[in-house]
């Protein structure tokens, strides 16, 4: 599989958040969001086996592994990694956009899927059927631009029911929306959902790889 990078760090989303965490970030994204902060993932990658991305993983002190992107599903071995590290004890986490069918992914693995807005340019890329596949124990992300963002990701959260079937995260968009301005129109909605700021990026503001 082509791995863009490997590293540890502290887990900057989902109900995970701030725990010491392995990552495997995986090479190429189908999608092209507008505020995306991984680009040096489309491309770049070294193939490496399921067996050297596991043995990595043991250099680190976690039993929390990440497999993200780029989009991980992408890659038809992922489920084969998601299923070797399961098999070794590891709690496994698995980011996704959305777009790609969650069907099939190892059932030990916690899904974390975006459903990607339209201050994203790629809500229309998102395949609705994942939403009926996830888990109770799976986990669902919007990142929101702006006000007009929120009020369609409340739309859905409603229609769907979804903040009564799963952990959901509303997160701003770094630099583009203000958390105290999510935060505001949360509290006055009193929506049973997460504001999700992603950790790292306050830990290490400067720092785009191996956080
Ligand atoms: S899905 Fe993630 S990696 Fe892909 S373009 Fe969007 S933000 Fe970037």
């Known amino acids: ?30 999608l092209r969001c507008s505020y995306c902060d991984t680009t040096y993932a489309y491309e770049q990658g070294e193939e490496m086996t399921i067996g050297n991305v596991a043995e ?4 680190f002190p976690a039993n929390l592994v990440e497999i993200t992107g780029g989009e ?19 709690t496994v986490l698995i980011e996704t956009n959305g777009a790609l069918s969650i069907e099939g992914v190892d059932a030990r ?13 790629m809500s229309e890329r998102m395949l609705w059927d994942n939403v009926a596949l996830l888990k109770p124990r799976d986990e669902i992300k919007f990142v929101l631009t702006d006000r007009a963002d929120y009020e369609w990701a409340l739309g859905i959260i409603k229609r769907r029911r979804l903040d009564e079937k799963h952990v959901v995260h509303l997160a701003p968009a770094f ?6 301005s999510l935060a505001a129109w949360m509290l006055e909605d009193k929506m049973n959902v997460r504001l999700q700021l992603q950790l790292h990026k306050y830990i290490w503001p400067r720092v785009q ?3």
């Open 1 to 30: 599989m082509k791995v863009n990078e490997i590293f540890f760090s502290i887990q900057g989303e989902s109900s995970y958040a701030g725990f010491p965490c392995g990552f495997v970030r995986l090479a190429g994204c189908n």
């Open 56 to 59: 990595a993983l043991t250099r």
């Open 72 to 90: 991980p599903l992408l890659q038809p071995e992922t489920g084969l990694l998601a299923a070797t590290l399961a098999d070794s004890g590891r």
């Open 109 to 121: 693995a916690t899904v974390i899927m975006d459903i990607k807005c339209p201050g994203s340019g």
């Open 175 to 180: 630099g583009i929306l203000k958390p105290s």
């Open 209 to 211: 790889r191996g956080v």
